[in-house]
């Protein structure tokens, strides 16, 4: 049975991962779509942005991308959960050769942390887009550095991810040679 779960999980979280990362970036509420509204801006979620940006690109989005901003926010709470999953998943494996739990414990927090910079990004756009035109100066300000603390827990969380890798083939390495 242990075996069994071992297989299914990873096989799982890869297939839910990849629908949504396929919602997020290829569907009819995803970021590339939103880009037909908004004069190819897309979504502010992966790039740095300010109040008069955030303005600006309000302004000028068609209403129908109100729409379909609303509903990739959906899907992008679901990728947040699949990819933070995933990203605990892969430290789980690179890091199999550390016995501490004090340790992997300290690793599994960055890509928590990540996926809370991600809520808080998300929910402050989403209530952005409900109250635009109205004053979002704040909640833009706000969301904008929980979009720079997430694009650095990304940047850490692939070094972190990388020399695990390094190390397990260290290990490994190690191990055959006794």
Same mark, same amino acid.
């Given at each position: 049975?242990k075996n069994?779960?071992?297989? !299914? $999980?990873?096989?799982? %979280? $890869?297939?839910?991962f *990849?629908?949504? @990362? +396929?919602?997020v970036? #290829? /569907?009819?509420y /995803? /970021?590339?779509?939103l880009?037909? +509204?908004?004069?190819? +801006? *897309?979504? #502010?979620?992966?790039?740095?942005y300010?109040?008069?940006?955030?303005?600006?690109? @309000?302004?000028?989005?068609?209403?129908?991308?109100? /729409?379909?901003?609303?509903?990739? #926010?959906?899907?992008d +709470?679901?990728?947040i959960?699949?990819?933070g999953?995933l990203?605990?998943?892969?430290?789980?494996?690179?890091?199999a050769?550390?016995?501490?739990?004090?340790?992997?414990g300290?690793?599994?927090? $960055?890509?928590?942390?990540r996926?809370?910079?991600?809520l808080?990004?998300?929910?402050?756009?989403?209530?952005? %887009?409900?109250?635009?035109? *109205?004053?979002?100066n704040?909640l833009?300000?706000?969301?904008?550095?929980?979009?720079?603390?997430? %694009? !650095?827990?990304?940047?850490?969380?692939?070094?972190?991810?990388?020399?695990?890798?390094? *190390?397990?083939?260290?290990?490994?390495?190690?191990?055959?040679?006794?």
């Amino acid at each position: 049975m242990k075996n069994k779960f071992r297989t !299914w $999980i990873p096989m799982l %979280l $890869i297939v839910l991962f *990849g629908i949504t @990362l +396929y919602l997020v970036e #290829f /569907s009819s509420y /995803s /970021s590339n779509e939103l880009a037909k +509204y908004n004069h190819g +801006y *897309g979504t #502010f979620d992966m790039k740095a942005y300010d109040v008069e940006q955030v303005n600006q690109v @309000l302004s000028n989005m068609e209403p129908k991308g109100f /729409s379909v901003y609303r509903q990739y #926010f959906v899907c992008d +709470y679901l990728f947040i959960l699949t990819f933070g999953a995933l990203q605990l998943y892969l430290l789980y494996i690179a890091y199999a050769f550390v016995k501490s739990k004090k340790i992997k414990g300290i690793l599994y927090v $960055i890509p928590v942390i990540r996926g809370i910079f991600d809520l808080v990004e998300n929910t402050l756009l989403l209530i952005v %887009l409900q109250r635009f035109p *109205g004053d979002i100066n704040s909640l833009v300000k706000v969301a904008s550095l929980a979009t720079q603390g997430k %694009l !650095w827990c990304i940047r850490i969380w692939c070094v972190v991810f990388l020399a695990g890798v390094v *190390g397990l083939m260290y290990s490994r390495r190690k191990g055959t040679r006794k």
